[in-house]
């Protein structure tokens, strides 16, 4: 209160949560501040009053911690894995805030492979927090979607998300801009490079009984052969993605487990 | 306020001795009211202003005196 003027006015220590927050309880009163009021002349003598100030709902938009945010996803997450949290806070009582994501940027006319939940759809109220959590979409995750490789084309997606409150008449929305980076992960290199096959566990490969040692082993798809010196012998070519390990893949032949050994 | 008196014994002429008075009225300070009527509206988690200064809802008599200056001090 002002002293000279008896101007009321409404103030608070912390802008983020203000002391007065309207409450939606319908407890008669709740909202409702009694004073009393002591009026004191130069002479000294004074006289008091009652005043009642009534609050009046003020909806405020919900609000990100931070403007921007950068999350990171391993390359080939799976469908629904979860890429971050992000909390948004409604000082608003009784109110919820839903969120929705959106490519923006280099992202905006390209697959994005992302969406957003709100983590329990629970009441946010005031002073509490909303949480979004960004997964990855369904069938837009593991490596056969391809649209979360680190070696692809796409390393990083921007998006907006947005909170909005759950205002009856007005709601109303704040937006952070998103960075999502897809992350290395070292993945195992793979053979026939050519014809990626990941799952490729067999080749079916051909000799001639009694051949001597440095006899060729030929591979039934001839498209598989290479030329060796002067003939043919199968060809065995793996591939890593990873670029670290480029030029990296060694070879070697054992005898499958409780086989006899390879002669 | 000049109040003019004369005195006179009845033989001399009336206003013989004349004497004038100035008589000044002297404040006597009057206990001030607040009457703060109806209901002052604050907007939830907004900071500002609540309704108007109080100070329009005091009664005082002291306000009516054209050679004093009332003020007021307001405590809640």
Do not use: C, W
């Not at chain 1, 805030?97 to 709100?118: D, E």
């Not at chain 1, 002073?127 to 490789?149: C, K, P």
């Not at chain 1, 490079?193 to 001639?208: L, Y």
């Not at chain 2, 206990?31 to 200064?53: C, D, H, K, W």
């Amino acid at each position: 209160m002002e002293q000279g003027t008896g101007q009321l006015f409404v103030t608070s220590t912390n802008a983020a949560k203000p002391a007065f927050a309207f409450s939606s309880s319908g407890n008669a009163g709740a909202n409702e501040f009694d004073l009393v009021v002591r009026v004191s002349d130069r002479g000294g003598l004074s006289g008091d009053g009652n005043v009642r100030v009534q609050l009046t709902e003020t909806n405020v938009a919900p609000a990100f911690t931070q403007a921007t945010f950068t999350v990171g996803i391993d390359e080939n997450a799976a469908d629904a894995a979860v890429v971050g949290s992000i909390d948004a806070t409604d000082i608003n009582d009784g109110q919820t805030v839903s969120f929705s994501i959106a490519p923006t940027g280099a992202s905006a006319n390209a697959p994005f492979p992302f969406i957003v939940q709100s983590a329990t759809g629970a009441d946010v109220s005031a002073g509490a927090d909303g949480t979004a959590v960004i997964r990855v979409a369904s069938g837009s995750g593991g490596a056969g979607a391809g649209l979360l490789n680190f070696e692809g084309s796409t390393q990083s997606f921007e998006a907006v998300l947005t909170a909005t409150d759950s205002h009856s008449t007005t709601p109303l929305s704040t937006t952070a801009l998103l960075t999502i980076q897809v992350q290395e992960v070292a993945e195992a290199p793979y053979f026939d490079g050519d014809r990626r096959r990941p799952n490729s566990v067999r080749f079916d490969v051909t000799v001639e009984e009694g051949a001597s040692a440095g006899t060729a082993v030929r591979m039934a798809d001839a498209a598989e052969e290479t030329t060796v010196g002067q003939g043919v012998a199968a060809r065995l070519t793996a591939t890593d993605d990873d670029v670290v390990d480029a030029g990296t893949v060694r070879y070697s032949v054992r005898a499958p487990t409780g086989a006899a050994p390879t002669s | 306020m000049a109040i003019n008196m004369s005195a006179s014994d009845g033989t001399a002429p009336a206003g013989a001795s004349v004497m004038e008075f100035l008589v000044s009225v002297r404040n006597v300070n009057e206990v001030p009211s607040l009457n703060a009527s109806g209901n002052f509206f604050a907007a939830a988690s907004r900071e500002g202003t609540i309704g108007q200064p109080l100070a329009v809802f005091v009664s005082d008599e002291d306000l009516f005196s054209t050679d004093f200056t009332e003020r007021f001090n307001f405590t809640i």
